[in-house]
């Protein structure tokens, strides 16, 4: 109950496309889902969050979107750029808790 | 600006031996978290800190071990190391917890152990 399972592995896109990355969850009790961008030999970092009480946020041409009622969420890259490619991981966690669980991590490839 | 340090940034262990990887934040966050990368598995947290003094297990401890004397350092010290500690290490820290606060990290350190 505690997972958080992201889809797909890996994913090829063409410059100029739209990168679709998928998680799902179990726990009804995380209230926090943050998406990290991880570029190779660098640490992770927060792009966007969101909280369920909302379907959709955007932010520039990384949107996340939320299904409560599906339990999943989903991280769309508009116009994806050759500087996107990067690892992107979806995590969760509930309220007051210190942990995230994370995903397994999405290679994101962009082709120019 | 330095954010969160790692040292080292590579290191080869044999087995049995032991090591500390250095971890250091310049931004007096409360919160620092020790996870583990390995391949298509995403991080795993293997311990935390809520402040000075106080520190506590994640989910794969074992092998481990943490201190947090001030507010800025939070070592990781293998003990005996094991084949199925080759990974790389990542150190966080945030000013709120993980429900609420961003989490800044560090380059990482890859571990290898023959």
């Known amino acids: 109950q505690q997972q958080v399972k992201q889809s797909p592995q890996s994913l090829i896109v063409q410059k100029g496309g739209i990168s679709i990355i998928n998680c799902a969850y179990e726990?009804?009790?995380?209230?926090?889902f943050p998406w990290y961008q991880q570029f190779p030999g660098k640490g992770p970092a927060l792009l966007i969050a969101i909280r369920p009480d909302v379907s959709e946020k955007k932010e520039g041409r990384f949107t996340i979107s939320f299904n409560k009622s599906a339990k999943q969420f989903s991280l769309h890259i508009m116009d994806s750029q050759p500087g996107d490619s990067a690892t992107y991981f979806c995590?969760?966690?509930?309220?007051?808790?210190?942990?995230?669980?994370w995903g397994a991590g999405t290679k994101l490839i962009i082709k120019p | 600006n330095a954010g969160v340090t790692q040292t080292p940034k590579f290191r080869i262990l044999k087995i049995g031996q032991s090591m500390t990887l250095q971890c250091t934040q310049d931004?007096?966050?409360?919160?620092m978290y020790w996870y583990r990368q390995d391949p298509g598995m995403g991080l795993k947290l293997i311990y935390y800190?809520?402040?000075?003094?106080?520190?506590d297990k994640g989910e794969v401890p074992n092998g481990y071990n943490v201190s947090r004397s001030t507010t800025e350092d939070f070592p990781l010290r293998l003990e005996l190391a094991a084949p199925s500690q080759t990974s790389v290490y990542f150190c966080?820290?945030?000013?709120?917890?993980?429900?609420?606060?961003?989490?800044?990290f560090g380059e990482g350190s890859r571990l290898t152990v023959l």
């Open positions: 726990n009804t009790a995380f209230d926090y």
């Open positions: 931004m007096n966050h409360n919160y």
């Open positions: 995590a969760a966690s509930e309220i007051g808790n210190y942990q995230l669980i």
């Open positions: 966080a820290s945030s000013y709120q917890n993980a429900n609420t606060g961003e989490l800044f």
């Open positions: 800190s809520v402040g000075a003094g106080i520190t």
